[in-house]
């Protein structure tokens, strides 16, 4: 990886047990990408010092620079009593977190790996939209639709063709871009 400016970033939102599994999701992509200025970047939730640690030698052991940086919630976050895991609320901050030169963001959960080039994603046609984002439920449940109807989706079967339908990754797989000018209107 390069290091200077970069237009495209990946971000991996993690706590300090899944770290191990986010520094894993980052190297394959970077063992698996033809393309050398994405800027990789681990959002931390309570990272102890030491992890962070971890991360500088994870890098120096693999030759890649991981940027690790700490996340606190903003004091009028509401409470979700437990509902979801804070690194799966912090992910909705993404857009406050994203440096000002980046033209397109990955999100991807720590506990994907990649097993193929990814780069295509950071080209895919949003349509003028904000974000781009697979479908959990389809990729976890693969014969059920919210509608109810037969789809390649509920039958099991990937539209390999369509954005978004991306095979290369590993199931359970989250991976959304986003373009920064349309989420910082």
Same mark, same amino acid.
């Given at each position: ?5 970069? /237009?495209? &970033?990946?971000?991996?939102?993690? %706590?300090?047990?899944? @770290? *191990? &599994? ?10 698996? /990408? =033809?393309?050398?200025?994405?800027? $990789? ?6 990272? *102890?010092? %030491? =992890? ?25 976050? *509401? ?9 799966? $609320?912090?992910? +909705?901050? @993404?857009?406050? +977190? ?7 963001? +990955?999100? @991807?959960?720590?506990?994907? $790996? ?8 950071? %080209?895919?046609? $949003? ?12 990729? &976890? ?37 986003? /373009? ?6």
């Amino acid at each position: 990886m390069s290091v200077g400016i970069h /237009s495209k &970033a990946i971000y991996v939102f993690t %706590d300090a047990r899944m @770290l *191990p &599994a986010a520094c894993c999701t980052l190297l394959s992509v970077v063992r698996n /990408s =033809q393309k050398n200025d994405i800027k $990789l970047v681990i959002v931390g939730i309570d990272l *102890p010092e %030491d =992890q962070k640690a971890g991360v500088a030698t994870f890098n120096m052991a693999n030759g890649i620079n991981i940027d690790v940086v700490d996340f606190t919630f903003p004091t009028d976050t *509401p409470e979700t009593a437990g509902r979801w895991h804070k690194s799966t $609320l912090a992910r +909705l901050y @993404l857009d406050k +977190l994203m440096d000002e030169n980046l033209e397109r963001v +990955l999100y @991807l959960d720590a506990d994907i $790996l990649a097993v193929g080039n990814i780069d295509p994603l950071f %080209d895919v046609d $949003l349509n003028g939209k904000a974000i781009g984002a697979v479908d959990d439920y389809v990729v &976890a449940f693969p014969t059920r639709s919210d509608s109810g109807s037969a789809s390649s989706a509920s039958t099991g079967e990937r539209d390999t063709s369509m954005p978004g339908s991306f095979s290369w990754i590993a199931p359970p797989s989250g991976p959304a871009t986003f /373009s920064r000018r349309r989420v910082r209107c």
